[in-house]
């Protein structure tokens, strides 16, 4: 949103355990809505990437980004080295993400929009210096206003699919409880796990 500070914190409103605020760029408060797109895949911290990763570690700055893998020890910049030395408990690092998706959802109310792209699935981020091949086929793009059912759906779609490559995809979901963000997230408030898959 903002690569030059000063960055703003948005507060988490709902019940949290590990963050006190949300920190992002400053320009962040200069939209009044948000398309929020995501490729969906696996992810080497968070067992899977979505819309929720999105909301959380895609908005936030650098600090913010400290602050949520930190679970809310490390609040700096600076801090983005020693971070990756003094990692929190893997649930911990979790509901970090699902509280700071919470503050952006709260900050847009219902001027959101979400969009998980399943093409490409590798058990890996884009974010990777080297990522895995994709393992999996397409599956096709879900849309959707709730950042919770939209995730659960894509890991729903990827367990119920017939490719071979799923249980790798899933075990890297499962080694790291990725699913936790999702129950999380639900627990909050900000979205359910139920839903209806209509195609158009």
Not at 44 to 58: D, E, F, H, T, V
Not at 64 to 71: C, E, F, P, Q, T
Not at 134 to 149: E, F, Q, R, Y
């Amino acid at each position: 949103m903002d690569e030059e500070g000063p960055d703003v914190e948005i507060p988490i409103k709902r019940h949290h355990k590990h963050l006190k605020s949300d920190i992002v760029g400053k320009n962040f408060m200069n939209y009044d809505s948000m398309l929020v797109l995501s490729h969906f895949k696996g992810h080497p911290m968070g067992g899977y990437g979505g819309a929720l990763k999105q909301l959380s570690i895609g908005c936030a700055s650098a600090a913010g980004k400290v602050n949520i893998h930190s679970a809310g020890k490390y609040t700096l910049a600076e801090d983005q080295d020693v971070v990756w030395t003094d990692l929190p408990e893997q649930n911990a690092f979790l509901e970090s993400m699902a509280e700071a998706a919470s503050a952006v959802v709260d900050h847009f109310q219902d001027k959101i929009v979400y969009v998980n792209v399943m093409a490409n699935m590798s058990v890996d981020c884009d974010c990777c210096a080297i990522a895995e091949d994709p393992c999996m086929k397409d599956i096709g793009i879900l849309i959707s206003t709730d950042p919770v059912a939209i995730d659960k759906a894509c890991i729903d779609l990827v367990k119920q699919s017939d490719d071979p490559g799923k249980e790798h995809f899933l075990e890297r979901v499962t080694s790291r409880n990725g699913e936790h963000t999702i129950d999380a997230a639900c627990e909050m408030g900000i979205g359910v796990v139920e839903y209806e898959l209509i195609d158009c």
